[in-house]
């Protein structure tokens, strides 16, 4: 074993050494850009949500106030007086029909 080419084996770790620190370089860039992709997807995550919600909380406004217009609809039917059109007396828009003639009331 006294023919040992020192040289050569020092060259060869060297070499080694280098491959290894370009590896492990590029493992910590790949690592990085995930990470950030990561971080990317996320925020698109969280943007997509809170228009999803906005868009859901108009939407309910909207029903909200379509409901809330046919109740006034309903009420409004039935608050005050009304006049028949058969004998042309008036009485209370909550009876569904004269009290006079018993004409059913027009609506």
């Given at each position: 074993?006294?023919?040992?080419?020192?040289?050569?084996?020092?060259?060869?770790?060297?070499?080694?050494?280098?491959?290894?620190?370009?590896?492990g370089?590029?493992?910590?860039?790949?690592?990085g850009l995930?990470?950030?992709?990561?971080?990317?997807?996320?925020?698109?995550?969280?943007?997509i949500?809170?228009?999803?919600?906005?868009?859901?909380?108009?939407?309910?406004?909207?029903?909200?106030?379509?409901?809330?217009?046919d109740?006034?609809?309903?009420?409004?039917q039935s608050?005050?007086?009304?006049?028949?059109?058969?004998c042309?007396?008036?009485?209370?828009?909550?009876?569904?029909?004269?009290?006079?003639?018993?004409t059913?009331?027009?609506?």
């Amino acid at each position: 074993m006294e023919n040992i080419d020192y040289d050569y084996v020092d060259k060869t770790a060297k070499a080694a050494t280098q491959s290894v620190n370009l590896g492990g370089t590029f493992v910590y860039f790949l690592i990085g850009l995930g990470c950030a992709i990561l971080v990317a997807c996320l925020v698109l995550l969280i943007i997509i949500l809170v228009k999803l919600n906005k868009m859901n909380n108009s939407m309910a406004n909207k029903i909200n106030v379509s409901s809330v217009q046919d109740k006034i609809g309903d009420l409004s039917q039935s608050v005050g007086c009304v006049f028949c059109p058969s004998c042309g007396n008036q009485y209370d828009a909550s009876e569904k029909m004269c009290p006079y003639c018993k004409t059913k009331k027009m609506i």
